[in-house]
Structures are given as C-alpha cells and as structure tokens.
C-alpha cells in the first residue's frame, strides 16, 4: 500500500488520513508536510509518530470535518469504509477539505466481521469483494466533485505451496484481498466554493463545520 502512495506522495504534501490509529501506512523516504489524523482512539493516534497533529471523532456517525477547505494534497482512508453510516456526506467532506486536483485513496478490506451487521445493516456482511470495491466507487461518484474513480488491486499472491494448496481445497475468499480506489478532487467541484457574504467575519466560515475539533 506504501508503495502504491509513493507514486504519487511528494515533498510538502499535506496529508489526512481517516480512521487513523498508532500508525499509518504512508511512503517511507518521502518529506511529507503536514500530517493530521482522524480516528477514534486519542491514545493511539498521540502514540502514531507519522502524525503532526490528530482530531478524535467517530467518522462512522459524524462524518463532518472540522478542517479548512482546499486545504490537504492527499486524504488516505486504509480502511473502515463499510462503517460509514453517511457515506455520502463523508465524501463530499474528504472532496471539501481536498485541494483541486489532490486525491482520494481508499482502501477495500474484504470484510467478514459479523459487527459490521451492527453499522449498516446487513449489506456489508453478505457483500462479496467486488460488489465492495462497486460501493465504494459509488461514495464517490454521488458525492460530486471527483474524478471517475478507478481500483487498482494490491493483493499478494499467494507464493508458498501451502497457500496454493489452500485455494485448490478450500477456494472460499480469502481475507487478504485489498484494493485501492482512487480519485481526483475535479477544479469545478462544488465542495469548498462558498461565497461569503459583505458583513461576514474576518475569518472564514467553513463549508459543513457543524462540529468543532475534539482534540486539536
């Protein structure tokens, strides 16, 4: 996944990762700028060494982003996706925050929990690999604002024989399937392109604030 960032991560790139946790999976060798986390758990991400900063918030029900519009180069979501209750409204945040022409990467985990039940119905649990990575596209594309999104498949092959061995018994899907969807924030997006107002204040209103900062 790292390498598949850094064909793209530059020097200076200002970068929000979602779902962050005690570490990311970001290109090494790479002088990042900025690098703010999102993610449930304030312990973990004061303990993730990649981040420069960090908001704790459950994007699962509260997907509205205390962050500054055209701001970040890259926003990273490595997983979780299938527990976004406002998908919709999640995307049209990551396409605010984004700069015109940053982009979007997000990870497809082919998930088997039974507690994704508890989330979003039943559909996750009795979805298969790629009518997950579909979906995803869709959060997307109905958010506005992107360019058409593509997948590119990071699963590892399987090279030892008691893996090949494995598929041949028991062809079941495995959990190691991964995908990346990817997308740019288009220039005509209308995520971030508020008009303020003669009498409005000196700094900025932000588009979709409707929470402030947990930690900051």
């Known amino acids: 996944l790292a390498a598949h960032y850094s064909d793209y991560f530059?020097?200076?790139?200002?970068?929000?990762?979602?779902?962050?946790?005690?570490?990311?999976?970001?290109?090494g060798g790479v002088d990042l700028g900025?690098?703010?986390?999102?993610?449930?758990?304030?312990?973990?991400?004061?303990?993730?060494?990649?981040?420069?900063?960090?908001?704790?918030?459950?994007?699962?029900?509260?997907?509205?982003?205390?962050?500054?519009?055209?701001?970040?180069?890259?926003?990273?979501?490595?997983?979780?996706?299938?527990?976004l209750q406002r998908p919709k409204d999640m995307f049209q945040?990551?396409?605010?925050?984004?700069?015109?022409?940053?982009?979007?990467?997000?990870?497809?985990?082919?998930?088997?929990?039974?507690?994704?039940?508890?989330k979003q119905g039943r559909y996750y649990v009795e979805t298969n690999y790629l009518e997950d990575i579909l979906a995803l596209g869709s959060f997307f594309h109905y958010a506005e604002g992107f360019s058409k999104p593509e997948s590119v498949d990071l699963t590892l092959p399987e090279l030892n024989i008691i893996g090949q061995v494995k598929d041949a018994l028991f062809p079941q899907p495995r959990l190691d399937f991964y995908a990346i969807v990817q997308a740019k924030k288009k220039k005509n997006s209308p995520h971030g392109q508020q008009q303020l107002a003669e009498d409005a204040p000196t700094e900025p209103v932000v588009e979709g604030r409707r929470y402030e900062p947990r930690v900051v």
């Open 34 to 83: 900025p690098t703010v986390g999102v993610g449930w758990s304030e312990e973990e991400m004061r303990a993730n060494p990649d981040l420069d900063d960090f908001i704790q918030q459950d994007l699962s029900v509260d997907p509205f982003l205390p962050l500054a519009s055209n701001y970040f180069d890259f926003v990273i979501m490595p997983a979780n996706f299938q527990l």
């Open 93 to 118: 945040e990551i396409n605010r925050v984004l700069k015109p022409g940053g982009m979007a990467f997000c990870g497809v985990k082919l998930a088997l929990w039974s507690f994704l039940g508890w």
């Open 10 to 27: 530059f020097k200076g790139a200002k970068v929000l990762e979602l779902f962050s946790v005690y570490e990311s999976i970001l290109p």
